[in-house]
């Protein structure tokens, strides 16, 4: 059941939303909308899905030992 239709009893709550209006959007606050750059997001994407198959593949044929012994001495 739907309560849209109901009155309110309590006056005090029927006052305020009396007065309650919605006020007009003002579209010139808004800024433009931007232009993404969609080629820098899909060539970051497409550069970490390599590095993720590069690194399962490492993985897989080297071991687990040292593809993280790679990665510490990467970031040492």
């Known amino acids: ?4 239709g109901t009155r309110i ?3 005090r709550i029927a006052r305020l939303l009396q007065n309650t209006r919605a ?3 003002d579209r010139t606050a808004e800024p433009p909308p931007a232009k993404t ?4 997001l899909w060539s970051t994407g497409i550069a970490a899905f390599v ?3 590069v690194a399962f593949v490492l993985w897989g ?3 687990a030992n040292t593809l ?4 510490v001495a990467f970031c040492t």
């Open 61 to 63: 044929i080297i071991g």
């Open 9 to 11: 009893r309590n006056g």
């Open 1 to 4: 059941m739907s309560d849209s």
């Open 68 to 71: 993280f012994d790679m990665i």
């Open 37 to 40: 750059p969609y080629w820098l």
């Open 51 to 53: 590095l993720c198959v």
């Open 23 to 25: 006020a007009p959007i």
